[in-house]
């Protein structure tokens, strides 16, 4: 169940922007803690949330490298990609082309995402925009 819901996580939400994946994929009061810092709760924080990376990366993809799973948890190992064409971290738009590594922890209930926490390498994307 896992592996297979964080590939749809990844693959529907976030490398297609698919919003109406959300309620399928995630439960109603998910909580949601991203790389750049940012908690959001619920489907509307995460479409929010969601939007404000496509606004900074248009063509922001994920690859899953790996997942760990076990009962209700999973690990996946990531590398994040995309062009930066709007304000991300107050710095504006460079038209740079960027990539980083991250890992998120998920928890799953009902079949379903109930808790993502990102950590993603800020250092090593701030790097790249400056």
Do not use: C
């Not at 896992?2 to 959300?22: T, V």
């Not at 990376?53 to 209700?72: C, K, L, M, R, Y």
């Not at 948890?73 to 990531?78: I, N, S, W």
């Amino acid at each position: 169940m896992g592996r297979d819901l964080i590939r749809q996580f990844y693959e529907e939400l976030w490398n297609r922007f698919d919003r109406g994946k959300i309620p399928e994929l995630l439960t109603g009061d998910v909580r949601f803690r991203g790389s750049l810092g940012q908690e959001v709760a619920g489907h509307a924080g995460f479409a929010e949330y969601m939007a404000t990376i496509q606004a900074a990366f248009p063509d922001f993809t994920n690859h899953v490298e790996e997942v760990i799973s076990e009962g209700d948890r999973a690990f996946a190992r990531l590398t994040y990609r995309g062009t930066h064409r709007g304000e991300v971290l107050g710095i504006p738009p460079t038209g740079r082309r960027v990539e980083y590594g991250g890992a998120a922890v998920f928890r799953f209930r009902d079949g379903r995402i109930a808790e993502v926490w990102v950590l993603g390498d800020v250092h090593g994307l701030l790097r790249q925009l400056r």
